[in-house]
Each structure stands twice: as structure tokens, then as C-alpha cells.
């Protein structure tokens, strides 16, 4: 029972981190219709920015996280505006080769920047937690599941409760009509994205405390965001939140409870479970009926 | 003024709009450059065996060069493969990477001393079976759904795949399987390939002339109004599917022959997955010749550059922004931007940005 | 008249709306139905159970003597049913003659590749679209985009041909020769269900209409006699004027 709890808690922190990895990428899925291919290499980004300034200037990487978000909204804009905005309306898989071209090169110059090797961010917290009733937990974690919940909070009333955000959901819902009453079609695209860009830079600013990290280890990243957004649905934040919690918990709990499966499996379950609910229900657990 | 169009008439292909009084003639020119190219290729190789040296002809080509062959061949025909279910029927699969794995692992299985130990051919035989057949089983749920949804949906189909071979001993786990290595093979591999390549192209021209090819157009034109119609939407595109399943499994199984080592990284590559939508977007999805141009194109490039070592990580860069600026200006594809009726122009190029971009 | 479609106590849903309740009528070899009815009524979605595009939650649909409800479209299309659809749906990469020529390789009938363009033409011909034929579908009107869509549905060559308001948006010129290209299908001996929001049409091709209304037939008969009748003015245009004309 203890060893349940124990997963299902570590579960849940896990889960925090894919929620802050997969907010950005739903908002683009959901407002611009791109699946953007080069998520994963945005969180590399800013996970590489956030080991910048923790290891060149000592910033503490929840300290850094801002300055990471500033920094990747402004990139986001600037590629949205510059490139993606070329072929919005373009077929789907144009817009999936262009973000997977702009991931290529990215990974690329990162690889050039920063090399190969694995970094990694070590406050002196870092390993260190506290324990309820024999089960642990780690303040790093609980720390980026604070902060992923707080994201989800903060894009959540950006949409609901600015100006800016009634705009982002009205050319959501219908380009034309956004256009035609006037929203500036071009800036709310790359605004949507670069607000996408900066929770990718803040969910990097986590992974970054949490796993060593290297240029081409955004990949699998993306590709755990699709499984989130579509376990959870497109479009509303709080099932984002949703899938991300679930997902990290059946991807712990499938390892460490069915017996026979090992970490060796993490992927395929994952996978599995998106191929079943996409089959079974496309509008995802909390999404509504199109 | 109909009297000045061309007469109707079974030459008349529904897949690129603007006729041209030049296509058909390009045509003409990529038909015999692909012949000349394809005997060269066949007959090129003969020049490094063993009996050529003795006669003291020169070598045309060497050992590395007949690899890298062999491997335009492969991406022919899996850029021509996923042009039946990407082009010509509109649906962007983003796993058909998984087709390839399971041909591979199907020819390594196949010939394995401890395993099933058949003879090369039957291996051979064997290779198209295994994913077609998964990709009718599987085709039928995931082909109901539509766009992004279907992208995703075959992308993780391809990763759970992979990784669940991974984990299966008989299949040789996370280590591989490892099918005899054959003596100075290969030309056999070479030949083997681009008649699996030349196999490709055919069923692509069988299919795109064929009641069931304007089917597969009318699906990707209109779902709806191609079922009210009478095309059996079900049945033709779980049909592409599985051809399309067939021919690559087909390269995949000789990939794993040829390679003597198969492992999940190499048959469920995701570089390859994406390398061969590439291609068939970058020569002109849905055409006949497209996909082939842009498999040669791509693959030259890629191989005399990210092979070597020194200028990877650049030549990675360079396919990434190569993929933007044909993403962006020659959205139509190699085929489509020469020959239907576009022109190398800054109106050209202004156009299709005004097409797809705000 | 035999009935060569009938329709016997259709039901669909949707959640928990009836769109159709019900509804029940026969369309008899050669001739021309109208049905009619308010926005909402139900017309599409009955068009869409007759054409395999819904299955009905209840109800028996027969053609021919084949049974259809519940058939997927292209086994409707192949037994003689042609459709339009409202919301004009082209293969809009193609030309007109090649919409056509598509037309004629499936649905009943079948035609070979080599002969399909010629039975595109005939068709092309028939609707008044033979000098656009090579036209893209991007550089047509809108009458010409409905009448191709009339023009593949008969490339199909159907004995019953379902039409979904083809007159819905155009002038009243073009309404005109919409009417003149109906009737020149149906003299070709092509059996017509023709769903019309606009009075006018139906009272000047149909014999016979039936009225939808909130998904149950309100009433059936002559145009004439169904626009007398009061309920059908009450759906139309509201009790109060039902009750000034009849003097209710």
C-alpha cells in the first residue's frame, strides 16, 4: 500500500512536469491548428538557458525561470512572425515539415553552441525532500509541479480574463470572423505562439533541475505532449492539466504495478494509450463532442 | 473555345490542374532521364567486381557509391509508398516507419539460424506480407479519423510498435538481430533495391491510372461527396494503406537483410519516417515522378553531407532550412513548380506565399 | 406507379432531438416529389438517411426493393441513388469534365476509364456546362458549381436522383434555368426528389409534395392544395397569419 501511494505520488509530480510541457503546445494545436514539431526543441532551449544562467551567473533555476520565459516569448514571436505565419493556411503536413525543419535546426545549433555533452542544474537542494508517513517526497519536484499548475493558472486567465486573450480564442474559433472584426490576424498568431514558446522555456527550466540534459532530448518531449493533449482534449487548459496528471500516473504506475513490465515499457504504454483513446475517444477525456 | 483543349481521353490525369502545352512533354524528358539514370545505375556497379578488374576496365563506381545507390533506391520507394496514402489519398500518415520496421524484422526473423531459418527468398516473400497485413488491421480504425488526429495517430501506432519490439526477446530485444552478413553482396543488394524501386513506380502508375486511383483522389478531394458517389471510402483507403504497408515493408525487409543488423532504432527511425514525407512533399505530393525526384534530390544530399562527420551537424541545419524554404515557396513540390505552369518568378514565389500565409 | 423509393416511419436523432419522427411517403417511378419545410424541418437529414450519409434510429427505407437504411452511401450510389449536396462538395482540384468523369466510374454506373470522359461530356452537355467542361472548379460560378454537382451525381447514372435546394442562393434568371436543367434530367427518365425551401420551385416542376415540419410530414398532396392548407401556412409563416388567410 505505502509502495502505491509512493508511485502514485511520484506519479503526479512527473505528471506536473508534462502539463507544463504540453500547455504551450496545446494552445498552438488548439488556436493556430499547427502541431508543432519543434515543441520539444523550445523546451531545450530553455532548459539550456536556464543551465546558463545557473552555472555562468549562480541564479537558482526557479529564479531563472522568468527571465527564461521573457527570453523564449520574444524567440517565439519572432519565428511565428517571420516564418510560420507564411504557411498557416497552408495543408497540415506543410506546417508539420516547416516546425520539424525549424527543430533540425535548432537541435543543430545547439548541438554547435553547446555540444554533446550532458548538462545538468544542481541547487544545493537539489536530491533532498521531506517524508509523509514513509512516503517521499522531493522538493525539486514538488517545486515544478507548483510552478506547471501556477503556468496553467496563469494561460488560463490570460484566455479568460484579457482582451488579448479574447482575441486568441476568437481567431481560434473562426479566422475570418476574427479579421473581419478587425483583430490583427498576423500579431495574435505570433503572440499565441510566443506565449506557447514561453511556457515551453519555463517547462525546459524544469526538466533541467530534473534530468541532465542534452540538445536532442526535446523529442521525446513533443511527443509526450501530443499524448497529453489528446488523453486530455484539445482546447481548454484545465484538460491539459488533466492529462498530464493522468498520464504521468498510468506512466508510473504501468511500470512499477503490472507485473512483467519494466521502465522498458514506459514508452509503449504511453503510446499505446494515445493510438486507444484517439480510436476510442478522439475528444480526449475532458474535451466536448465537435 | 473547348475545341482548343486537349480531347478527353484515358491520358488525361487528374492529379495536377494546370495542363500545360509543356507537361506532356516534360514528361517525356523525366521518363527517359529516369531510364538513362536507372540503367547506369544497373549497369554502373558491374565495373567494381572482381572479373571487371581483371580485364583491366575502368571502375566507375566504387563500393560506397553503390551503398549510397542502394539507399535512393530504398527512399524511392518509400517516398512512392507514402504518396499513395499522403498524396494521392490525403491523409498525412506520419508512421509509415512502421511498415518498414516490421518488413525488416519480418526478413530477419525470417532467415535467423535460431528462429524461423528460412531461405532468402521466402524471407523476401514474406517481407511485404506482415505489414500489409497490419496495416489493414490497424488501418481500419485509425483511417477514421481525419487530419492531425490521423498524423498523431499513426506516429504513435509507429512508436508503440518500436518500442514494444524492443521488449521482445524473440525479437531480439533492445540488442537486435543480426541476419547473415553475405559475401560481397552488394550488387545483389543494389539490384534488388531498385527493382524494388522500379515495383514502386509501377503500382504508383497502375494505381494513379486506375478506378481505383480516382477513387483515392475523390477521398483525398472530398470525403463525403466521394462516398455518396459510390467509392467504397472504407475499403479504398484502407487499401492504399496496406499497398503502401506492402512496399515499404518490402525495402524494409531488404534494408535488413542488406544491413545484417536490425534494431528498433534503425527499423523505426523516426529520421526515416520524416525523411521519406520530405521527399514525396518536396518533389510534389500525389504525382507520379514527384516523390522519386525528391527522394534522389534529398537523398544525395543527405548523404554527401551528413555522411561525413565533420559537417553533420551544419548539413543538419542546412536539410532544416532547406525544408522552410520549400515548405514556403514550392509548397506544390519539384514536379508541380517546373512543369505545371509556375515559373521561377518573383510573382510565382509571391503567389504561393499569398496562398497560404496572413 | 409503382414506388420506387419508400419511406415508412423514419426516425433520427440527435442527443435527444428528433430531427425526423416518423416520417413515411413513396416517390413513384418518373416522377418528381417535392419536399418542402421550414429551416430545421428535416430535410437534409432525411435526404442524408435516404443517401447512407445517417442511419436512421428507426424506420424501414426501400429501393427498388432493396432495403438501404442503415447501407453505407456507396452501396446506395452503386444500386441507382444520386445526391447533391447543399453546401456544394466538388473535387476541386479537377476540372468540371473531370468531376464528371469521376462520377462515371462509380455508382451504378461503372463505366471503364476510357469511356468515362465521354459519359462526362453527355452529362456536362445535359446541365448547360458543356463549354466549361475544362474549366477548373476554382474559376466557376456558384449556379455552375451547383449544376456540377448536379452533373456528377448523373454521371453516376442514378434512377433516383436526390437534389438538395440546387436552387438555394441563386437569382431569379438563374432560378430559371435551374428549373429548365430539372426538367430536361427528368425527361432523360430520372426519378426526382427535389428538396426545396423555396415555395416557387416546387410549384412550378413538382406534381406532388410533401411538407416537413419539426420532423413529422405535415401534410402531402398537390402544391397547390398543401399551400391552401392552413397548418402548412401556420409552419411557414406563423399562426396569426395562418388564421387572416383562411379565415380561421
Redesign the interface.
Known sequence: MQLFVQQVVLGLLIGGVYVAVAIGFSLV?GIL?I?NLAHGALVIVGAYLTWLLFARARIDPFAALPIVAVALFAFGYALQRA?I??????????????T??????I???L??IFKSDFRSVTPSYSGSGFGVAGVQVPYIRLGALGVAVAVAAGVGGLLNRTRTGAAIQAVGADREAARLVGID??HV?ALTFAVAAACAGVAGGLISTIQAITPTAG?PYT?QA??VV?LGGLGRVGATVVGGLVFGLVETLGQTMVPGLGA??A??IA??I??LV??VR?QGLMGRVA | MSAAMPPPSSETILVERPRLLDRRRLRRLLVLLLVLGAVLVLLAPLTATDQADSLGAPQLVDRSQIRILTTVAMFVVMASAWNLVGGLTGYSSFGNVAFFGLGAYTCAVAVDAHRLHLPMAAAIALAPLVPAAFAALVGLPLLRLRGHYFAIATLGTAVAVGEVVKNVDYLGGATGLFPPILHRADLLFLYLMVGAALLAVLVSRLILRSRFGYGLIAIRENEEAAGVIGVNTTMYKVGAFAVAAALTGLAGGLFALWNSFINQELGFSLDFNIQMILMAVLGGAGTLFGPVLGAIVLELLIQNLAGRSDVAVYAQIGLGLLLAVTVIFVPRGIVAFFGGGSRLSVAHLRRSLRETGV | MTALLSIQGVTKRFGGVAALNEVSFDVGEGEILGVIGPNGAGKTTLLNCVSGVYRPDAGSITFDGHSIAGEPPHRIARLGVGRTFQVVKPFASMTARENAAVGALFGASQLALSRAFAAADEVLEMVGMAGKASLPVASLTIPDRKRLEVARALATRPRLLLLDEVMAGLNPVEVDEALEMVRTVHRSGVTIVLIEHVMRVVVGVCRRVVVLHFGQTLAEGTPDGVLRDARVIEAYLGEKYARRLVGG
Do not use: D, K, M, S
Open positions: 494545436w491548428n502541431v516564418l505565419n507564411r504557411v498557416i493556411r497552408a495543408p497540415l503536413f506543410f506546417t508539420l515539415l516547416l520539424f525543419g525549424v527543430n533540425l535546426v537541435v543543430n545549433a548541438l554547435v490576424l498576423r498568431y523529442e511527443l501530443f499524448v489528446v522498458g515499457w514508452n509503449a503510446f499505446a494515445l493510438v484517439l480510436i478522439p
